[in-house]
């Protein structure tokens, strides 16, 4: 288990959250991974307000996020926790010591600290976008993909076109038996790099290098690098050009 998969970052491990089940009240701080620390603020006649304690839990993280959190107190009780950071949500059980009884309670767990945010991968979801937009756009050959996918002002540094969108929604359906296979996709920050063999954008097949550059999850700077596709077998090294 490790905070960075949760939507609070490292913000679970060593957080404070407050769980609110109705009538019963408790502060969590989340101290590591097998130890807890809580106070209870309204005890719901089972156990006085202010009342703290730290004990040993056993936290498994079920899936980002989400964690079934159980231990034993001092008195004998034992508590099961099913933890939804994602939803806020808190599902708890709790057996009272010499048979005093089951509760079974559900309420939310809120964070009590400022979250600690998480990285969000901006590398990915351009990659994403980059290969729906091209998809839709060449391969499926729908010029509206251009509005939801590119946005003006764009830099075109590709010497056959010039710049702005008005191009791309003209040239796309001038293409005939133009097929698009991105074989390698490569993304950092907000480039984004497919090496692609083409059909259809020149008399004979074609491995192009493109590179995107992205702002707010629109494509607005494009550069490219065409080879004409050469045989394995005239390759001087032997090897295949994609």
């Known amino acids: 288990m490790t905070g960075s998969s949760t939507p609070y970052g490292s913000g679970v491990i060593g957080g404070r959250f407050l769980a609110d089940l109705g009538a019963l009240v408790v502060e969590l701080h989340f101290e590591t991974r097998d130890r807890l620390t809580f106070t209870i603020r309204d005890g719901g006649g089972l156990t006085e307000p202010g009342y703290t304690e730290t004990v040993a839990t056993k936290m498994i993280e079920i899936r980002p996020g989400v964690y079934f959190t159980s231990w034993v107190e001092k008195s004998g009780a034992t508590v099961t926790h099913l933890e939804d950071f994602v939803t806020g949500t808190l599902h708890?059980?709790?057996?009272?010591?010499?048979?005093?009884?089951?509760?079974?309670?559900?309420?939310?767990?809120?964070?009590?600290?400022?979250?600690?945010?998480?990285?969000?991968?901006?590398?990915?979801?351009?990659?994403?976008?980059?290969?729906?937009?091209?998809?839709?756009?060449?391969?499926?050959?729908?010029?509206?993909?251009?509005?939801?996918?590119?946005?003006?002002?764009?830099?075109?540094?590709?010497?056959?076109?010039?710049?702005g969108l008005e191009t791309l929604r003209t040239v796309v359906p001038t293409l005939v038996g133009f097929t698009?296979?991105?074989?390698?996709?490569?993304?950092?920050?907000?480039?984004?790099?497919?090496?692609?063999?083409?059909?259809?954008?020149?008399?004979?097949?074609?491995?192009?290098?493109?590179?995107?550059?992205?702002?707010?999850?629109?494509?607005?700077?494009?550069?490219?690098?065409?080879?004409?596709?050469?045989?394995?077998?005239?390759s001087a090294n032997g090897n295949p050009m994609i």
Do not use: C
């Open 92 to 163: 708890s059980n709790a057996t009272l010591p010499n048979g005093g009884g089951f509760f079974e309670m559900t309420g939310t767990i809120t964070p009590l600290d400022a979250p600690v945010q998480p990285t969000v991968d901006n590398a990915a979801r351009n990659k994403e976008i980059v290969l729906t937009a091209m998809r839709e756009l060449f391969v499926e050959g729908d010029t509206t993909a251009v509005d939801r996918y590119w946005r003006e002002p764009y830099v075109q540094h590709s010497p056959q076109l010039p710049n």
């Open 180 to 234: 698009w296979e991105p074989h390698r996709i490569v993304a950092e920050g907000d480039l984004v790099m497919a090496h692609s063999l083409v059909h259809g954008w020149a008399p004979t097949p074609v491995v192009i290098v493109d590179i995107f550059r992205l702002e707010d999850e629109r494509i607005v700077e494009h550069w490219d690098v065409i080879q004409e596709v050469v045989p394995t077998e005239k």
